[in-house]
Structures are given as structure tokens and as C-alpha cells.
């Protein structure tokens, strides 16, 4: 039916087609900005007044709900109450090359805001334009990138779904349409676990590009075919966001002469790649922006600044790091801090928002880096330098529990472990 209900609304300008008592919003025919992944990846209504008419005051009498978005540092927090019978939102997640520098997770993940745009602040945020029509709206403090806006004002906003409040809800809050973009990641990165997200319907399909149009590509559901480990190790890495202002390189070190004994947690003795894992802290979605977020953790020493020659002169504790930002040195580029707790520094681009690292006094020397900026020829994952321990599921998922997140996490955690299970079988 959906099928049908697109179809029309290529051939008829109405934005509604009423089906018994229900208006049911029709999806616009997509736009398409070639080589934005993430703009093409979004079916758009089309107009704000419109897209609010889709819930309809006259059902305010019906079970309403209040969402709430917010970012981590809790400058900007939004509201709106909706009937509870519209939801879900409707939501993608987009893996292409941008969407991943530009968040620092292994994609984004957008929903349609149910309320008119006139109604939010956007005051406080700060722009970074990410393709000609669509800007990404990020808090200048605590690097949160909870809007995405069009520059075309009739059109609605799409927010972050990381930043949506963690509710009890009995109806379905989200719900993500097909995996757009997924080729760029050579490897798959996350699509695999993503594609159970739902409470209801079908697993989600992936597509190379857009998943729509006349040539959407759907990949196969075991792509990518050739084997998944990159038995290749990596010396090194870029780091790097989407703008470009934050550039870095993170070293493979083999810890010669280390006995296994003696490594830190982070190294696999057997390989000795670094640790990377799911993290479904609240902190951590708030920041990113997405529901799950992505980390590796390594030793400060093996991070150099490009322009470093012979030994790194990168900073080998928290504090190092944060003077030189303080101090404005060249080296560090737009990076920029949020200390969201007397321990805790999250050092993102203050350009294009992107998250960076994390750093904890209790560790002094490690570092967790965002593994959405770093740069790998083998795949978004990085498997030439990094391991991942899929049957750990997602750290801190705890923080979802009692919420409309916790199935979601629930899912995303169990296609994860299975998906590190098929892959150890067949290896
Ligand atoms: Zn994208
Ligand atoms: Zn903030
Ligand atoms: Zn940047
Ligand atoms: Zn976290």
C-alpha cells in the first residue's frame, strides 16, 4: 500500500489522501541531492503547515504524549504533545562517508519532529551547512547535533533520535525505514545489528545508495560477501571530521616486548589490535545524537598530530590535551571541549560538531576515540586496527531500561552478538 500511496503522490500534488476517518500524511515524491547521502536517503513532506495538519488538532482529544528532545548539556530542551495515535516517527539511518565524519558514530539517525517549525527555538544552536539545502544544527557547548533543518523554512525538522527523551510508551515512539547509504562502508559497519531495530514489520532492508528512486540498489542481506575480519593489519589511521578542521593520526602499536599480562584492557593479547565497542550510555546519545555510539580506547602515546615528525608531541594525559585547546595551539585544529563532569572532558569539532574523543581522569592515559571519524581503507569499522567483541552486546544499556529505548537496545543487542557469533563460525 505504501508503494501505491507513493505512486500517487507522484502523479497528484495533494499532500494527503484521507483513507476512512485517518488522514494519512503520502510522502512527497523524494528529492534528491546526488552525493549527500543523507538528504537523499529522507523522503520529504511537502510543507510544514502540512506535515502538522497530519496531526490533526481535532485528535488532541484522543491520548496525547509528550516528547522531549534535548542535548547533553541541557541548554536547549524541546517539547511537543501529539496524539499518542501518530505515533510512530517516522526515521532513517543514513551510513554514508559525511554522516559518519559528521557525527562520529558509524551513521545518523533522523526523525521527522512532530511539531511545526515555528514552535522551536533554534536560537542557541549553531549551523554547519552539510549539503547546499540542509544545514545541521549542533549546541555550541556540549557539541549535541539535535537538529537537522532544510533551508527551505515550509519544510519540516528532522531531530536527532538519540536526543529523544527515553519515555515509557506503550505505542512504538521510532521507526526507521530502510538502511540508506550502507555501500560507503565498505564493510557493512553497522547495518548489520540496525536491521532488527523495529519493533514491528520486516527487518530492514540496505541499500547501496538512497533507498529510493528507480535505482535504488538493494545489497544483498549477507553483504558485503568477501570474508568480514581484516586479517591485514593497519599502522595507521586517520582521524578526521567531516570539515576537516580536526585531522590527527591514530598508530597500530604491537606492544613488542609487552607481555600479555602487562597490557592494558583495551589490546587484544592475541592480536594486539584495540578494543572497540557499542555504548548506550544516556551521555553518550545525547552528545552524538545517535542512540548507540561507537568507541575505541587507546593509549594517548599512539595519537599523533600530522604535522609531527619522528616522537608525537601529542599531549599524553586529559589535561595536556585540554591546554592546548585553552591556548589555541594551531595543532589542534577546530577541536573543542565540553567537560560534562569534574572527571570527563568530550572533545568534538567546534565546526561541524563532530565527536572526537572522550577522556576520564580515572584513566588518565587512555583515550576513547569516536570510531565515525576515523578513516580506514578496509571498512567503517576499521578491522585492520580495531577488535570487536560483539558477545559484550551494548555497554551502559542499563541507562534504557524502563523506556521506549530499552527494546530497542535489546534488539540491536542480540543481531549484534549473533551477528559476532556467525562470523567467529565461519572464520
Ligand atoms: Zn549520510
Ligand atoms: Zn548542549
Ligand atoms: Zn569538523
Ligand atoms: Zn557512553
Not at 485517518?22 to 510543507?47: C, E, K, N
Not at 576537516?244 to 597490557?263: A, R, S, T
Not at 557499542?278 to 568507541?295: A, H, I, N, P
Not at 573543542?336 to 560538531?353: A, D, M
Request: with cysteine; proline share 6%.
Amino acid at each position: 500500500m505504501l508503494t501505491n500511496l507513493l505512486r500517487i503522490s507522484t502523479l497528484v500534488p495533494s499532500t494527503y489522501v484521507q483513507m476512512t476517518s485517518v488522514w494519512i500524511l503520502v510522502w512527497d515524491a523524494f528529492i534528491s541531492f546526488t552525493a549527500h547521502g543523507l538528504v537523499s536517503a529522507i523522503p520529504v513532506p511537502q510543507t510544514s503547515a502540512a506535515w502538522s495538519r497530519a496531526y490533526s488538532v481535532k485528535n488532541m482529544s484522543s491520548e496525547t504524549i509528550t516528547l522531549t528532545v534535548s542535548c547533553l548539556c541541557k541548554a536547549n530542551v524541546h517539547s511537543a504533545t501529539i496524539p499518542k495515535s501518530s505515533l510512530p516517527l517516522q526515521a532513517h539511518v543514513c551510513h554514508c562517508d559525511t554522516c559518519r565524519h559528521i557525527s562520529g558514530s558509524l551513521y545518523t539517525s533522523l526523525a521527522y519532529w512532530p511539531a511545526p517549525r515555528s514552535t522551536v527555538d533554534l536560537s542557541r544552536y549553531k549551523s554547519y551547512n552539510f549539503s547546499p539545502p540542509f544545514d545541521a544544527l549542533f549546541c555550541p557547548t556540549c557539541s549535541a547535533p539535535v537538529w537537522g533543518v532544510f533551508k527551505d523554512e515550509k519544510l519540516p525538522l528532522l531531530v536527532a533520535t538519540g536526543a529523544l527523551e527515553n519515555i515509557a510508551c506503550d505505542t512504538e515512539v521510532v521507526k526507521w525505514a530502510p538502511q540508506g547509504f550502507v555501500g560507503d562502508t565498505i564493510d557493512g559497519g553497522a547495518s548489520h545489528w540496525l536491521k532488527s531495530i523495529n519493533t514491528s514489520g520486516p527487518k530492514l532492508k540496505s541499500f547501496k545508495c538512497s533507498p529510493r528512486g528507480d535505482d535504488a540498489e538493494e545489497l544483498p542481506a549477507d553483504w558485503p560477501t568477501q570474508p568480514h575480519t581484516s586479517e591485514e593489519k593497519q599502522d595507521t589511521l586517520l582521524i578526521r571530521c567531516k570539515c576537516q578542521g580536526v585531522h590527527f593520526l591514530l598508530h597500530h602499536n604491537d606492544y613488542d616486548g609487552v607481555k600479555n599480562e602487562d597490557l592494558t584492557w583495551n589490546v587484544n593479547p592475541t592480536t594486539r589490535k584495540i578494543k572497540a565497542e557499542l555504548c548506550g550510555c544516556d551521555s553518550c546519545r545525547l552528545q552524538g545524537g545517535t542512540d548507540v555510539c561507537y568507541w575505541t580506547y587507546s593509549d594517548m602515546q599512539n595519537i599523533s598530530f600530522l604535522s609531527d615528525k619522528g616522537e608525537t608531541g601529542f599531549p599524553s594525559d586529559m589535561d595536556g590535551l585540554s591546554a592546548l585547546i585553552d591556548e589555541h595551539d594551531p595543532r589542534v585544529g577546530s577541536l573543542k571541549y565540553y567537560r560534562s563532569s569534574p572527571n570527563v572532558c568530550r572533545y568534538f569539532c567546534g565546526t561541524c560538531s563532530a565527536t572526537i574523543f572522550y577522556a576520564n581522569k580515572k584513566r588518565p592515559h587512555l583515550i576513547d576515540i569516536a570510531v565515525g571519524v576515523l578513516e580506514a581503507k578496509d571498512g567503517a569499522r576499521a578491522e585492520g586496527m580495531l577488535w570487536w567483541p560483539f558477545e559484550r552486546g551494548i555497554g551502559s544499556k542499563e541507562d534504557a531500561n524502563g523506556g521506549w529505548r530499552e527494546g530497542v537496545f535489546g534488539r540491536i543487542e542480540k543481531a549484534a552478538v549473533e551477528y559476532g557469533r556467525t562470523r567467529d563460525s565461519s572464520a
